[in-house]
Protein backbone atom coordinates (compact mmCIF):
# COMPACT_ATOMS: atom_id res chain seq x y z
CA UNK A 1 0.00 0.00 0.00
CA UNK A 2 1.30 3.52 -0.88
CA UNK A 3 -0.10 6.03 1.26
CA UNK A 4 0.36 9.53 -0.17
CA UNK A 5 -0.82 13.28 0.77
CA UNK A 6 -1.95 14.63 -2.47
CA UNK A 7 -3.76 17.42 -3.24
CA UNK A 8 -6.19 18.81 -4.83
CA UNK A 9 -7.06 14.91 -5.07
CA UNK A 10 -9.93 14.75 -8.55
CA UNK A 11 -12.47 12.57 -7.14
CA UNK A 12 -13.94 15.67 -5.48
CA UNK A 13 -14.70 19.37 -6.41
CA UNK A 14 -12.40 21.75 -7.23
CA UNK A 15 -13.65 25.15 -5.53
CA UNK A 16 -13.40 28.10 -7.53
CA UNK A 17 -14.69 30.59 -5.00
CA UNK A 18 -13.65 31.52 -1.45
CA UNK A 19 -15.37 28.71 0.07
CA UNK A 20 -13.12 25.85 1.40
CA UNK A 21 -14.16 22.32 -0.23
CA UNK A 22 -12.23 19.93 1.42
CA UNK A 23 -13.26 19.26 4.98
CA UNK A 24 -10.94 16.71 7.09
CA UNK A 25 -9.22 14.26 5.28
CA UNK A 26 -10.55 12.59 1.65
CA UNK A 27 -9.27 9.32 0.78
CA UNK A 28 -9.01 7.69 -2.78
CA UNK A 29 -7.85 4.12 -3.51
CA UNK A 30 -6.68 3.20 -6.76
CA UNK A 31 -4.60 0.55 -8.39
CA UNK A 32 -0.60 1.81 -8.52
CA UNK A 33 0.03 2.47 -12.41
CA UNK A 34 3.19 1.39 -12.00
CA UNK A 35 3.77 -1.89 -9.71
CA UNK A 36 1.78 -4.17 -10.07
CA UNK A 37 0.11 -5.58 -6.75
CA UNK A 38 -0.13 -1.93 -5.34
CA UNK A 39 -2.67 0.24 -3.92
CA UNK A 40 -2.10 3.70 -4.40
CA UNK A 41 -3.92 5.45 -1.37
CA UNK A 42 -4.30 9.05 -2.22
CA UNK A 43 -5.35 11.32 0.83
CA UNK A 44 -6.53 15.14 0.00
CA UNK A 45 -6.62 17.11 3.45
CA UNK A 46 -8.94 20.54 4.42
CA UNK A 47 -7.06 23.41 3.91
CA UNK A 48 -4.95 24.86 6.29
CA UNK A 49 -5.23 28.48 8.24
CA UNK A 50 -9.61 28.18 7.04
CA UNK A 51 -10.58 31.77 8.55
CA UNK A 52 -13.90 29.91 9.15
CA UNK A 53 -12.94 27.54 11.30
CA UNK A 54 -11.38 29.74 14.10
CA UNK A 55 -9.56 26.50 15.32
CA UNK A 56 -5.74 26.60 14.82
CA UNK A 57 -5.73 22.94 16.93
CA UNK A 58 -8.14 21.80 14.52
CA UNK A 59 -4.87 22.08 11.98
CA UNK A 60 -2.00 21.27 14.15
CA UNK A 61 -3.89 17.81 14.45
CA UNK A 62 -4.82 17.33 10.73
CA UNK A 63 -1.25 18.16 9.68
CA UNK A 64 0.17 15.46 12.24
CA UNK A 65 -2.36 12.65 11.14
CA UNK A 66 -1.51 13.51 7.56
CA UNK A 67 2.50 13.23 8.80
CA UNK A 68 1.50 9.78 10.32
CA UNK A 69 -0.55 8.34 7.59
CA UNK A 70 1.95 9.03 4.58
CA UNK A 71 4.59 7.96 3.25
CA UNK A 72 5.08 10.56 0.71
CA UNK A 73 3.82 14.52 2.27
CA UNK A 74 3.08 16.88 -0.33
CA UNK A 75 2.48 20.33 1.09
CA UNK A 76 1.41 22.85 -1.42
CA UNK A 77 1.49 26.78 -1.16
CA UNK A 78 1.12 29.29 -3.38
CA UNK A 79 3.78 31.54 -5.12
CA UNK A 80 7.21 31.37 -3.85
CA UNK A 81 8.79 29.76 -0.48
CA UNK A 82 10.14 33.05 1.60
CA UNK A 83 9.64 33.99 5.56
CA UNK A 84 5.65 33.97 5.15
CA UNK A 85 5.28 30.55 3.37
CA UNK A 86 8.00 29.27 6.03
CA UNK A 87 5.56 30.80 9.14
CA UNK A 88 2.30 29.94 7.38
CA UNK A 89 4.21 25.76 7.85
CA UNK A 90 4.23 26.59 11.55
CA UNK A 91 2.39 23.41 12.21
CA UNK A 92 5.78 21.49 12.16
CA UNK A 93 7.65 22.96 14.30
CA UNK A 94 4.66 21.10 16.51
CA UNK A 95 4.92 17.73 16.06
CA UNK A 96 7.18 16.82 18.53
CA UNK A 97 4.71 18.29 20.65
CA UNK A 98 2.07 16.09 19.41
CA UNK A 99 3.83 12.75 17.81
CA UNK A 100 5.97 10.48 20.39
CA UNK A 101 7.74 7.52 18.01
CA UNK A 102 8.62 5.21 20.97
CA UNK A 103 7.67 5.62 24.97
CA UNK A 104 9.88 7.18 27.55
CA UNK A 105 12.17 9.41 25.63
CA UNK A 106 14.65 11.28 27.36
CA UNK A 107 15.80 14.88 26.62
CA UNK A 108 19.23 13.29 26.12
CA UNK A 109 17.79 11.00 23.28
CA UNK A 110 18.09 12.27 19.69
CA UNK A 111 14.32 12.61 19.05
CA UNK A 112 15.33 14.22 15.18
CA UNK A 113 16.85 10.93 14.30
CA UNK A 114 13.76 8.68 15.49
CA UNK A 115 11.02 11.05 13.76
CA UNK A 116 13.34 10.58 10.70
CA UNK A 117 13.20 7.05 10.68
CA UNK A 118 9.24 7.00 10.28
CA UNK A 119 8.22 10.36 8.94
CA UNK A 120 7.39 10.14 5.17
CA UNK A 121 9.39 12.32 2.18
CA UNK A 122 8.35 15.71 2.19
CA UNK A 123 7.69 17.44 -1.37
CA UNK A 124 6.72 20.93 -1.93
CA UNK A 125 4.81 21.79 -4.36
CA UNK A 126 5.21 25.65 -5.50
CA UNK A 127 1.78 26.38 -7.52
CA UNK A 128 1.64 29.82 -9.38
CA UNK A 129 5.39 29.89 -10.21
CA UNK A 130 6.54 32.81 -12.20
CA UNK A 131 10.41 33.23 -11.39
CA UNK A 132 13.02 31.98 -12.90
CA UNK A 133 15.10 29.20 -11.20
CA UNK A 134 18.68 31.44 -11.00
CA UNK A 135 20.87 32.15 -7.30
CA UNK A 136 24.16 34.22 -8.23
CA UNK A 137 23.47 34.24 -12.30
CA UNK A 138 23.77 30.36 -12.38
CA UNK A 139 20.37 28.25 -13.13
CA UNK A 140 19.38 25.83 -10.50
CA UNK A 141 17.13 23.32 -9.80
CA UNK A 142 13.68 23.26 -7.96
CA UNK A 143 15.45 21.08 -5.53
CA UNK A 144 18.21 23.38 -4.85
CA UNK A 145 15.47 26.25 -4.88
CA UNK A 146 14.26 24.67 -1.28
CA UNK A 147 17.04 23.91 -0.09
CA UNK A 148 18.55 27.59 -0.48
CA UNK A 149 15.58 28.30 1.09
CA UNK A 150 15.39 26.15 4.18
CA UNK A 151 19.40 27.59 4.90
CA UNK A 152 19.76 28.76 8.34
CA UNK A 153 19.36 32.63 9.04
CA UNK A 154 22.99 33.98 10.54
CA UNK A 155 22.45 35.68 13.53
CA UNK A 156 21.24 35.31 17.37
CA UNK A 157 18.18 37.35 17.86
CA UNK A 158 14.64 35.93 19.10
CA UNK A 159 12.99 37.40 15.34
CA UNK A 160 15.83 35.22 13.47
CA UNK A 161 15.53 32.55 15.63
CA UNK A 162 11.64 32.37 14.97
CA UNK A 163 12.79 32.68 11.26
CA UNK A 164 15.19 29.35 11.61
CA UNK A 165 12.92 27.37 13.70
CA UNK A 166 10.70 25.97 11.05
CA UNK A 167 13.59 25.53 8.40
CA UNK A 168 15.06 23.56 11.50
CA UNK A 169 12.25 21.23 11.25
CA UNK A 170 12.00 20.59 8.13
CA UNK A 171 15.71 19.74 7.84
CA UNK A 172 15.71 17.79 10.89
CA UNK A 173 12.57 15.77 10.48
CA UNK A 174 12.71 15.24 6.85
CA UNK A 175 15.46 13.21 5.61
CA UNK A 176 14.00 13.18 1.75
CA UNK A 177 13.22 16.65 0.45
CA UNK A 178 11.73 17.84 -3.08
CA UNK A 179 10.26 20.82 -4.53
CA UNK A 180 8.26 21.00 -8.01
CA UNK A 181 7.70 24.69 -9.04
CA UNK A 182 4.09 25.07 -11.40
CA UNK A 183 3.28 27.95 -13.77
CA UNK A 184 -0.41 28.85 -13.68
CA UNK A 185 -2.23 26.34 -14.81
CA UNK A 186 -4.62 28.22 -17.10
CA UNK A 187 -6.10 31.64 -17.58
CA UNK A 188 -7.83 33.56 -14.87
CA UNK A 189 -11.25 33.13 -16.66
CA UNK A 190 -10.61 29.57 -17.23
CA UNK A 191 -9.57 28.71 -13.18
CA UNK A 192 -13.00 30.15 -12.38
CA UNK A 193 -14.24 27.13 -14.27
CA UNK A 194 -11.24 24.12 -13.51
CA UNK A 195 -14.03 21.44 -13.45
CA UNK A 196 -15.09 22.17 -17.44
CA UNK A 197 -11.31 23.21 -18.39
CA UNK A 198 -10.23 20.51 -20.78
CA UNK A 199 -6.98 19.21 -21.45
CA UNK A 200 -6.45 21.68 -24.54
CA UNK A 201 -6.51 24.11 -22.57
CA UNK A 202 -4.70 24.03 -20.13
CA UNK A 203 -1.12 25.88 -20.04
CA UNK A 204 1.26 23.18 -21.28
CA UNK A 205 4.54 24.45 -19.34
CA UNK A 206 2.10 23.26 -16.67
CA UNK A 207 1.22 19.93 -18.14
CA UNK A 208 4.66 18.81 -18.53
CA UNK A 209 5.65 19.57 -14.95
CA UNK A 210 2.79 17.78 -13.82
CA UNK A 211 3.91 14.72 -15.36
CA UNK A 212 7.21 15.18 -14.11
CA UNK A 213 5.52 15.35 -10.74
CA UNK A 214 3.32 12.65 -11.23
CA UNK A 215 6.24 10.18 -12.37
CA UNK A 216 8.42 10.97 -9.61
CA UNK A 217 5.50 10.30 -7.18
CA UNK A 218 4.75 6.92 -8.71
CA UNK A 219 8.64 5.89 -9.28
CA UNK A 220 9.55 6.85 -5.62
CA UNK A 221 6.54 6.84 -3.18
CA UNK A 222 7.50 3.98 -0.65
CA UNK A 223 5.18 1.46 0.66
CA UNK A 224 4.54 3.06 4.44
CA UNK A 225 6.22 1.65 7.07
CA UNK A 226 6.17 1.42 11.11
CA UNK A 227 8.71 0.96 13.51
CA UNK A 228 10.18 -2.08 13.32
CA UNK A 229 10.38 -1.27 10.00
CA UNK A 230 6.71 -3.44 9.21
CA UNK A 231 4.72 -2.63 6.20
CA UNK A 232 1.54 -1.38 6.36
CA UNK A 233 -0.92 -3.48 3.77
CA UNK A 234 -3.98 -2.89 4.77
CA UNK A 235 -4.71 -6.60 5.95
CA UNK A 236 -4.66 -7.74 9.05
Not at 54 to 79: M, P, Q, R
Request: with cysteine; hydrophobic share 35%.
Amino acid sequence: MYPSLLGPACFMSLGSTIESKTKGIWMWCVPHPNKKGHTLVLLDTEGLGDVDKGDEKHDTWIFCLAVLLSSTLVYNSLGVIDNTALEKLHYITELTENIRVKAGVSQDEDVCKDFMHVFPSFVWAVRDFTLELIKADKPITSDEYLESALELKQGYSSQIERNNLPRRCLRNFFAVRNCFVFPRPASTQNMRRMEEVTKKELDSEFLEQAKTFCCYIYNNAEPKTVNGGRIITGTV
